[in-house]
């Protein structure tokens, strides 16, 4: 793997050249690459206020609200498979727990304190995964999951409900998220989805009690509407929003990112490789399996055999980048999300150990501000075809809670 950014100043680049050759050097060795740096901090998960004058450029840490972690993070979102014994994403990809656990583990030595999950992941496996792995680590990563869904704490079912952000709800589910977590707190705690029966209020005020008694650290929202998020920021500043953000979806360009950026909260991509389609695992020609589990690209309209051919524009696009920046495309790609704001952290997800490596690579590609302004022209350009959820996914998004009475 070869990068070779364009700096945007003699100064910068020698920085960007310290932080190659520090990166593909960690890498080579398997170790975290500020055990080998100048500019390196000494623990993972730090709150920004406690360390002060650390850099801020690609390569190094980057603030997330009051959090500071790597600019690259790393997503568990893992179910069981068809097979006992085998662990699947929400796409084609599969390997088992001992796989997800060394993976995990080889993230955080490789420099990761960003780990993203969910009770819905499994429900539960993600998290008891991520709780197993994270064992004598636990102190080095910012951990972050979520809840809102309504799953029987003790079956792992998910009810008829649907969303549910009921209080009682949320401190049941928080109790058992730390025990699969073994961990006595949770980093940033983040609703999946803004239940629409309930208050936000009353979940910040919710979260708000748990960060009182030790349980919880940060809050955040994931996919809200923006009035919830003005109202839940009043109750119990946010940390973080973590909504889908690529070259593949742009939506939270127009008013998300300005919300987040006047309310100072840091932002968290998911799908940031564009469940795969960015970092060239589609063709025009792909179809995604319905059976014995269903590829989550095979119901979603973007990825339909009718609209694919069009879209491959964008990966074209992207795959003459990364030549042109000796990058692969899915390290364009999150170096592109690195370059949007200071204060936007990707965390892509892998079920592949060389993959996990290979992003991390993103942190030490910077764009100069021509170099950026030309893809962001080029990105614009092409208008994808096809929804980016499919309907049942999508009404979920972008929801305002029930108005407190
Ligand atoms: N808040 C929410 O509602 C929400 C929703 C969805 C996801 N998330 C979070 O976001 C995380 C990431 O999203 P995502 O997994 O949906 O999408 P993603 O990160 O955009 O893409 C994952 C896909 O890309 C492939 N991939 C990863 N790195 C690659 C590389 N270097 N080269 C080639 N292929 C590569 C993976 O396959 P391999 O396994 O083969 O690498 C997988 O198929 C999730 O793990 C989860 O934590 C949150």
């Avoid at 500019?39 to 206020?49: I, K, L, V």
Wanted: hydrophobic content about 40%; aromatic content about 6%; glycine content about 10%.
């Amino acid at each position: 793997m070869s990068i070779r950014p364009t700096p945007m100043n003699a100064d910068l680049e020698g920085q960007n050249q310290q932080r190659r050759h520090l990166m593909l050097t960690a890498a080579t060795l398997g170790v975290a690459p500020w055990l080998l740096s100048a500019c390196a901090s000494t623990a993972g998960g730090a709150e920004a206020g406690r360390s002060p004058g650390r850099p801020q450029a690609a390569g190094a840490r980057r603030r997330l609200g009051p959090l500071e972690v790597f600019p690259v993070g790393l997503g568990c979102q893992w179910r069981p498979g068809a097979t006992p014994g085998v662990v699947v994403d929400s796409y084609s990809s599969r390997f088992d727990r001992p796989a997800a656990i060394r993976l995990i583990r080889q993230a955080v030595d490789q420099g990761v304190t960003l780990i993203d999950t969910a009770e819905a992941y499994g429900p539960f496996l993600s998290e008891d995964i991520v709780g197993e792995a994270l064992q004598g680590i636990r102190d080095k990563v910012v951990l972050e999951t979520k809840f809102g869904f309504d799953i029987d704490q003790v079956t792992g079912q998910r009810l008829p409900g649907g969303r549910n952000s009921r209080p009682e709800h949320i401190r049941r589910v928080v109790d058992a998220q730390l025990r699969r977590l073994r961990t006595d707190r949770i980093d940033v705690l983040i609703q999946h989805r803004v239940d629409p029966n309930v208050p936000i209020e009353d979940v910040a005020g919710t979260v708000k009690d748990l960060i009182g008694a030790g349980k919880v650290r940060h809050f955040g929202l994931s996919e809200p509407g923006l009035q919830s998020v003005r109202r839940a920021h009043a109750v119990q500043p946010l940390a973080v929003i973590q909504n889908e953000y690529s070259m593949l979806w742009r939506g939270p360009e127009a008013q998300v990112l300005p919300l987040c950026e006047e309310l100072g909260i840091g932002f968290v991509c998911w799908s940031p490789l564009g469940m795969g389609f960015l970092a060239g695992g589609v063709r025009a020609d792909s179809r995604f399996a319905t059976a014995p589990i269903t590829d989550f690209r095979a119901i979603s309209p973007r990825f339909a055999p009718e609209v694919l051919p069009a879209n491959m524009a964008l990966a074209d696009l992207v795959r003459n980048w990364a030549q042109r920046k000796n990058a692969t495309p899915g390290q364009l790609s999150l170096a592109w999300l690195l370059a949007q704001k200071p204060w936007i952290v990707p965390i892509p997800g892998t079920t592949n150990a060389a993959h996990m490596t290979e992003n991390l690579g993103a942190a030490s590609i910077s764009f100069t501000a021509q170099e950026l302004q030309q893809l962001n022209t080029a990105v614009a350009a092409i208008r994808i075809q096809g929804d980016r959820l499919p309907p049942a996914v999508a009404v979920m998004s972008g929801v305002e809670a029930a108005p407190k009475r």
